[in-house]
């Protein structure tokens, strides 16, 4: 148990769960979100979080080590402040800091001399040593502050691969500042991993999904091979797959959603082009990924033998991945609007999403032209299509199957 206090910015799918499982470690921990209808519902003990359980939130709260709050309250003390909020792109799909320096701004108005603050938002190489530590220093006045990096590597809905049994990438200004943040972490993280600067674990978070967008967008190019070879693009990766060593499975799919894959290599390329370094590769597989929907709605018009327009076609799961809510960046809501410029009749059915765009979510339909799996929820029942042999195509991005032949 620790009485050290633990101020959580951002309550989102990141800050959470590190508010949660460092409560059960012991810490009194405020999650602090300017997201006012958030904090009312964590307070009555409900999220929609795949990662923490309602009980959880209730029971934490009434022990007195989880509380929430919209602002920060001013110590007199040292504390640990973790910093977790979005930083998403912006409309030019340039890096978007705003809630990370609101982050800041609002840490400097309370922080007491001796305090941590660890920065878990992705963003560009130098931003702790660049934007963080001089924001923080320039506001509260005070200089005796530790500062690390501890990138985030939530991913929602992995039962297997979680907060606690995934590894922590820690890099710090200073050896206190690494010690600090390695005990911290260690209260409920199976494996923690130093780097000798923050600009390394900074560039690893970077790194590890721009190695995903460009596999991925290898495994979109391989399908388009394929169909043009009248070959079955998954049952060319899983022949590939046979090979003991030197490869890695990725599959074709509408396209890349989510908080991570759409996002970080475009703060891998800034960061390289603030060094003055092209990164032509990287750039590449985010345009072959970020115009895929398109290619994809082409390819469905031509299934239907160009006369797509007046289609009755229902997509069945539009989050970006199965078993979350998410729908940021999900390439499936554009896949939707590339059909309707098409002409056909889009309609979806996403029973954890259930409303986007004004429109609600409808149950699985069987009077359609074309059903298509894009996102496919535990929740949804394939077989109504199945039994009322619709016609269907199977978009999703793994290797289940779900009673029909992967159409990319």
Same mark, same amino acid.
């Given at each position: 148990?620790?009485?050290?206090?633990?101020?959580?910015?951002?309550?989102?799918?990141?800050?959470?769960?590190?508010?949660?499982?460092?409560?059960?470690?012991?810490?009194?921990?405020?999650?602090?979100?300017?997201?006012?209808?958030?904090?009312?519902?964590?307070?009555?003990?409900?999220?929609?979080?795949?990662?923490?359980?309602?009980?959880?939130?209730?029971?934490?709260?009434?022990?007195?080590?989880?509380?929430?709050?919209?602002?920060?309250?001013?110590?007199?003390?040292?504390?640990?402040?973790?910093?977790?909020?979005?930083?998403?792109?912006?409309?030019?799909?340039?890096?978007?800091?705003?809630?990370?320096?609101?982050?800041?701004?609002?840490?400097?108005?309370?922080?007491?001399?001796?305090?941590?603050?660890?920065?878990?938002?992705?963003?560009?190489?130098?931003?702790?040593?660049?934007?963080?530590?001089?924001?923080?220093?320039?506001?509260?006045?005070?200089?005796?502050?530790?500062?690390?990096?501890?990138?985030?590597?939530?991913?929602?809905?992995?039962?297997?691969?979680?907060?606690?049994?995934?590894?922590?990438?820690?890099?710090?200004?200073?050896?206190?500042?690494?010690?600090?943040?390695?005990?911290?972490?260690?209260?409920?993280?199976?494996?923690?991993?130093?780097?000798?600067?923050?600009?390394?674990?900074?560039?690893?978070?970077?790194?590890?999904?721009?190695?995903?967008?460009?596999?991925?967008?290898?495994?979109? %190019?391989?399908?388009?091979?394929?169909?043009?070879?009248?070959?079955?693009?998954? %049952?060319?990766?899983?022949?590939?797959?046979?090979?003991?060593?030197?490869?890695?499975?990725?599959?074709?799919?509408?396209?890349?959603?989510?908080?991570?894959?759409?996002?970080?290599?475009?703060?891998?390329?800034?960061?390289?082009?603030?060094?003055?370094? %092209?990164?032509?590769?990287?750039?590449?597989?985010?345009?072959?990924?970020?115009?895929?929907?398109?290619?994809?709605?082409?390819?469905?018009?031509?299934?239907?033998?160009?006369?797509?327009?007046?289609?009755?076609?229902?997509?069945?799961?539009?989050?970006?991945?199965?078993?979350?809510?998410?729908?940021? %960046?999900?390439?499936?809501?554009?896949?939707?609007?590339?059909?309707?410029?098409?002409?056909?009749?889009?309609?979806?059915?996403?029973?954890?999403?259930?409303?986007?765009?004004?429109?609600?979510?409808?149950?699985?339909?069987?009077?359609?032209?074309?059903?298509?799996?894009?996102?496919?929820?535990?929740?949804?029942?394939?077989?109504?299509?199945?039994?009322?042999?619709?016609?269907?195509?199977?978009?999703?991005?793994?290797?289940?199957?779900?009673?029909?032949?992967?159409?990319?």
């Amino acid at each position: 148990m620790s009485s050290e206090q633990v101020f959580i910015l951002g309550c989102g799918y990141v800050g959470l769960p590190i508010a949660v499982e460092a409560a059960k470690a012991g810490y009194l921990v405020t999650g602090c979100d300017t997201n006012l209808d958030k904090i009312t519902s964590l307070r009555l003990g409900k999220t929609d979080s795949p990662e923490v359980s309602n009980r959880d939130l209730i029971e934490l709260q009434e022990a007195g080590f989880l509380k929430f709050a919209s602002s920060l309250e001013k110590l007199n003390q040292p504390a640990i402040y973790v910093i977790a909020v979005p930083t998403p792109l912006d409309a030019k799909r340039n890096p978007d800091v705003s809630m990370l320096n609101a982050a800041c701004e609002m840490i400097s108005t309370a922080i007491a001399k001796g305090s941590l603050v660890v920065n878990e938002s992705t963003s560009y190489i130098g931003t702790l040593n660049d934007l963080i530590k001089p924001t923080i220093i320039a506001g509260s006045g005070i200089t005796d502050l530790d500062f690390a990096v501890a990138p985030e590597r939530i991913d929602p809905a992995n039962v297997k691969w979680n907060l606690k049994t995934t590894a922590r990438v820690i890099g710090g200004i200073n050896e206190g500042s690494v010690r600090r943040s390695v005990n911290f972490y260690k209260k409920f993280c199976e494996s923690v991993f130093t780097v000798s600067k923050p600009e390394v674990a900074e560039a690893a978070k970077l790194f590890e999904n721009t190695f995903r967008q460009v596999n991925i967008a290898l495994a979109n %190019e391989i399908s388009s091979i394929g169909q043009s070879y009248n070959l079955s693009t998954h %049952e060319i990766i899983n022949a590939a797959n046979t090979k003991p060593y030197g490869f890695m499975a990725f599959y074709p799919g509408v396209g890349v959603g989510g908080h991570c894959i759409p996002i970080d290599p475009s703060y891998l390329t800034y960061s390289a082009n603030r060094a003055g370094v %092209e990164t032509k590769l990287i750039d590449l597989a985010n345009q072959l990924n970020f115009f895929n929907p398109h290619r994809v709605a082409q390819l469905i018009n031509k299934f239907l033998d160009g006369n797509i327009k007046g289609k009755k076609i229902q997509i069945a799961g539009i989050s970006y991945k199965p078993n979350v809510s998410d729908i940021r %960046e999900s390439p499936v809501l554009e896949l939707i609007n590339q059909i309707g410029i098409l002409g056909g009749d889009a309609s979806w059915y996403d029973p954890l999403v259930k409303k986007w765009n004004g429109q609600k979510s409808n149950p699985l339909q069987t009077q359609i032209d074309l059903g298509i799996i894009c996102t496919p929820h535990d929740q949804i029942d394939f077989s109504i299509w199945k039994n009322a042999d619709v016609k269907v195509l199977d978009l999703s991005a793994n290797s289940n199957d779900y009673g029909w032949p992967k159409f990319l």
